[in-house]
C-alpha cells in the first residue's frame, strides 16, 4: 500500500507499480482524477464571498445586524482599502505611513457582500474584545497608543452609519496585548492576562488597579506559552482559565483559584504555540460541563524559529464539573497549529485554518492544513473526527472563523507577514469565504426548518414559544439552540458557547406551523445578558437563526 502525496488516497501496490508503464501525462491525469473524486465525496463546500476585502481581518465578529466587522492592526502601512476622503489619521508608530489614508477595520453586509470601510485611530495589534448585553462591542488593549485603550463599536442597520468609537475613559490599569475577554453573568466584561500582565481587570472597572493572578505567572515558560488564555464561563459561576499546560477553576469575585486541574499531556496550548479550545454545548439541567482542547505547537518551535517542527494532533477533553475530573486523550486525523473552532448549531464543532508544521508569530509555520474536521460529541472515543472538503486557500497566521446565522461558516484572514506581503509562498490573504457544513447540502433541504417567529426579547427562566415551518412532516424533537457572537482572533473565539434550551414537542397549530414551547436559561451563568442567534435544529439540520436578546 502506499498514501498518494497529492490528496491521501491509498492505492495498492500492484496498482502502484502499473503507473511505472504508464505515461507521465496519464499519470498527472490519473492522480488529478483520484483528487476530485476523494474531493467529491468529502462533507461540507466552499464558496467565495469576497474577492478583495481590502484588509486581511485578524479579528472578527458578527454583530446583530447581520453585518461583520473585520479589524486588523493600524500601524502595518498600506493596506488595500482607502479611508472616506478627509479621514486620514497621522501615526507616529507607523514605521511606513505617517499620514495613513488607508483603512483597516471595514464593515461587511452579508446580504449584499458589499464592504465599508471604518475608522480605528489606536492600535488593534493582537487585541481582545466582547460583547455587551445592548449587542455594542467592546475592543480592548494592542500595542503601543491602544496599549490601554479601549473602544467601542455600536453596530446598526446596514444603510445606516456606524463607526468605532475611542473611549477616553475608563482606560485599562494595565496594558493588554494579547489578552482574553470574557462576559460575565451580570454583563460585565473580565479582560485576564496579556504579555507582561499576568493579572485581570474588569469592564467597568471594579478595582482602582489591577488584580493579580498569580496562576499566569505560574503557566509562563520561557518562549511564554501563556497568552491568550481560553477562558470558559460554567454554569456554576466560575471560570475555567486555561494557559500553556495547566487549568483551574477560578472564582473572578473573590479572585481565589476554586480548583486546579490535571496538566494536559502534549506540550503547550496556548500562544505562540497555540491549538484552540471550546466549551462543548449546555443542556439539560446545565450541571455538566465539558471543554475541549485541541492541537498546539511543539515546545521550542517558537523558540527555534522552526517552521517544519510537526504540530501536535492530540486533544484534551474534561468534564471540569466532576468531582475528580481527568483528561481523555484523543487524537485528530491531522497535526494542527492555529486552528479554529467553531461551535455549529448542532453541538458539534468545526475544526478549520491553521497549519501541519511550525508556530504562531510571522512566517513562522508551514503546510498548510486545508483540510476541516467535524468533530462529533456523541460519538464514541476514536470516532469523534470525520474530515471535510478540503479548501483552497492557506489560513495561517492571524486567520479567523465565526459561525454566520445562516449556518455558515465565515473564513478571513491569514496575514504572517509584519507588514501586506503578496509576494510569498504564503501571502497576505485578502479574499474572504464561507464554509457550508454538510447540513446545508441540498438533499437536507427538506428537512431544514424556517423559524418563521419568535420574540425579539426573552427574560431569564421565562416560558416562551417559538413557531418554525418544515418541508417534510416533523418526527423527534425540534431543538431550539442560542449560540453567542464570538469575537475570533488568534485561534480562539472569545465568548464563544452554544445552550440547548428546554423544549417541548413539536405541535401543529393547525396553519401549517409547529410551535414548540421554549424555557429560557435560568440566569446569566448559563447564558450571560446580550444578543444570540437562536437555532431551531431539526434531525442535525439548522434554521437560518433569528436574534434574540436574553435579559434579567
Known amino acids: 500500500m502506499f498514501l498518494s502525496p497529492t490528496n491521501g488516497i491509498v492505492l495498492n501496490t500492484e496498482f502502484s507499480l502499473s503507473l511505472k508503464t504508464m505515461g507521465s501525462q496519464n499519470v498527472l491525469l490519473l492522480i488529478l482524477w483520484f483528487t476530485v473524486v476523494a474531493h467529491a465525496d468529502l462533507p461540507g463546500t466552499w464558496e467565495l464571498v469576497v474577492a478583495d476585502a481590502g484588509i486581511a481581518s485578524m479579528h472578527t465578529a458578527v454583530t446583530r445586524f447581520n453585518t461583520v466587522v473585520l479589524l486588523d492592526r493600524t500601524n502595518i502601512g498600506p493596506t488595500r482599502k482607502l479611508l472616506p476622503k478627509g479621514h486620514c489619521r497621522r501615526d507616529p508608530h507607523d514605521a511606513v505611513l505617517k499620514l495613513d489614508c488607508y483603512a483597516h477595520s471595514a464593515l461587511l453586509d452579508l446580504k449584499t457582500n458589499q464592504l465599508r470601510p471604518l475608522t480605528i485611530l489606536t492600535d488593534t495589534w493582537c487585541s481582545s474584545a466582547q ?235 508551514s503546510n498548510p492544513c486545508l483540510y476541516p474536521l467535524l468533530y462529533r460529541p456523541e460519538q464514541p472515543l476514536g470516532l469523534r473526527f470525520m474530515t471535510l472538503n478540503p479548501g483552497s486557500i492557506p489560513r495561517l497566521y492571524h486567520s479567523t472563523a465565526n459561525l454566520l446565522p445562516d449556518g455558515r461558516v465565515l473564513i478571513a484572514g491569514s496575514n504572517p507577514h509584519y507588514f501586506y506581503k503578496f509576494k510569498a509562498e504564503f501571502p497576505t490573504e485578502l479574499r474572504i469565504e464561507a464554509f457550508s457544513p454538510e447540513y446545508l447540502a441540498a438533499d437536507r433541504a427538506n428537512l431544514r426548518p424556517a423559524l418563521v ?28 439552540n442560542l449560540a453567542s457572537a464570538p469575537f475570533a482572533t488568534h485561534s480562539f473565539s472569545h ?58
Request: with cysteine; proline share 8%; hydrophobic share 40%.
Open 453 to 480: 417567529e419568535a420574540p425579539e426579547t426573552v427574560r431569564y427562566a421565562a416560558a416562551f414559544d417559538v413557531f418554525v415551518s418544515v418541508p417534510l412532516p416533523v418526527v423527534g424533537i425540534v431543538e431550539v
Open 131 to 365: 460583547f455587551l448585553p445592548d449587542g455594542s462591542l467592546l475592543q480592548s488593549g494592542g500595542d503601543l497608543d491602544g496599549h490601554k485603550k479601549f473602544r467601542k463599536f455600536t453596530p446598526c442597520e446596514p444603510t445606516a452609519f456606524c463607526d468605532w468609537e475611542e473611549l477616553q475613559k475608563p482606560q485599562l490599569h494595565e496594558g493588554r496585548w494579547y489578552a482574553t475577554n470574557q462576559i460575565l453573568p451580570d454583563g460585565s466584561i473580565i479582560i485576564v492576562g496579556g504579555r507582561a500582565a499576568n493579572s485581570v481587570e474588569f469592564f467597568p472597572p471594579r478595582h482602582a488597579a489591577a488584580v493579580q493572578f498569580p496562576f499566569l505567572a505560574a503557566a509562563e515558560d520561557n518562549q511564554m506559552d501563556n497568552l491568550y488564555p481560553y477562558l470558559h464561563l460554567l454554569p456554576n459561576g466560575n471560570l475555567f482559565v486555561f494557559a500553556n499546560n495547566k487549568a483551574v477553576l477560578y472564582d473572578f469575585d473573590k479572585n481565589l483559584v476554586v480548583r486546579e486541574f490535571p496538566p494536559l499531556e502534549g506540550g503547550p496550548r496556548n500562544y505562540p504555540s497555540a491549538g484552540s479550545s471550546a466549551m462543548l454545548a449546555l443542556e439539560g439541567d446545565y450541571s455538566a460541563t465539558t471543554v475541549v482542547v485541541c492541537g498546539g505547537a511543539q515546545y521550542g518551535a517558537y523558540l527555534e524559529r522552526s517552521v517544519d517542527t510537526p504540530a501536535h494532533g492530540s486533544c484534551g477533553r474534561i468534564v471540569v464539573t466532576q468531582s475528580d475530573p481527568v483528561w481523555e486523550m484523543e487524537d485528530m486525523p491531522f497535526g494542527r497549529i492555529m486552528g479554529d473552532m467553531v461551535m455549529l448549531p448542532t453541538g458539534e464543532v468545526l475544526i478549520i485554518n491553521g497549519a501541519q508544521a511550525g508556530t504562531q508569530g510571522f512566517e513562522l509555520a
Open 495 to 552: 465568548g464563544q458557547r452554544l445552550v440547548k434550551l428546554a423544549v417541548t414537542g413539536a405541535v401543529p397549530d393547525g396553519s401549517g406551523l409547529y410551535k414548540i414551547g421554549c424555557t429560557a436559561p435560568p440566569n446569566g451563568s448559563v447564558a450571560p445578558p446580550g444578543w444570540y442567534m437562536v437555532f431551531a435544529v431539526n434531525q442535525g439540520v439548522p434554521s437560518v437563526a433569528r436574534w434574540v436578546q436574553l435579559i434579567s
